[in-house]
């Protein structure tokens, strides 16, 4: 009589890690890598060549936009890729399949999409942002605790808006299929137009990302100089 031994269950961590791995080799995660260094370095730039330590408002400025098109520049193309038919791509490529065959079910995949758009969202913000940071800081010779400060806040209320804007670019690649860049752009940019004609920015993503970028600015930057 043959008993029939249980399949391995794959473990959650690797799909997540799985997912990471695929999402960041595609073109929109790198091209989002790409203008955060841009963003950054364009930022160092003015900053180093174009200003002294005591024209702080013009150099708080720049800084300030350069946050403001973060989340543009630096998940733009890494959502749009979070969003354009990844479980396509996993059932073409034997992902699915394979994850499967590990004992995985479609949820088990879903979960780990999710999760893992957020977290590479939430490292395309957060890095540059904590470099941002770290350029502000030197820039306005800030004290060490106010620098540190406004490192942290910058990257933290950074990581917390990228888990969320990465975690709702996945489930409009879910629940849009093929159009999920179109459901992506509706829910972010039909709210934001929106808010803006209405004066009320926050009550869209990008809003909200740049609101909280604002605090965390205003806050490391009243405790710090």
Do not use: K, Y
Not at 13 to 30: P, Q
């Amino acid at each position: 009589m043959t008993v029939a031994l249980p399949r391995p269950r794959v473990p959650r961590a690797a799909l997540v890690a799985l997912c990471r791995r695929r999402l960041a080799a595609s073109v929109g995660a790198r091209l989002g890598w790409g203008a955060a260094v841009l963003v950054v370095a364009g930022a160092w730039g003015l900053v180093a060549w174009g200003f002294d330590a005591e024209q702080g408002r013009e150099i708080d400025g720049v800084l300030r936009r350069a946050l403001a098109w973060l989340p543009w520049l630096a998940l733009g193309p890494a959502a749009v890729s979070m969003a354009n038919g990844a479980e396509a791509r996993d059932r073409r490529d034997g992902v699915e399949l394979l994850a499967q065959l590990r004992g995985a079910t479609r949820g088990d995949l879903l979960a780990a999409r999710v999760a893992a758009a957020a977290a590479e969202a939430s490292l395309r913000l957060a890095l540059p942002a904590l470099a941002l940071g770290v350029i502000a800081a030197a820039a306005l010779r800030r004290a060490a605790l106010g620098a540190l400060a406004q490192a942290l806040a910058l990257g933290g209320f950074a990581a917390l808006g990228g888990l969320v804007f990465g975690a709702v670019a996945a489930f409009c690649g879910h629940w849009g299929g093929r159009r999920g860049v179109l459901l992506l752009a509706l829910v972010v940019l039909g709210p934001w137009a929106l808010a803006n004609h209405l004066g009320e920015a926050v009550w869209s993503l990008p809003g909200a990302l740049d609101e909280l970028f604002g605090f965390a600015w205003a806050l490391a930057a009243g405790g710090g100089a």
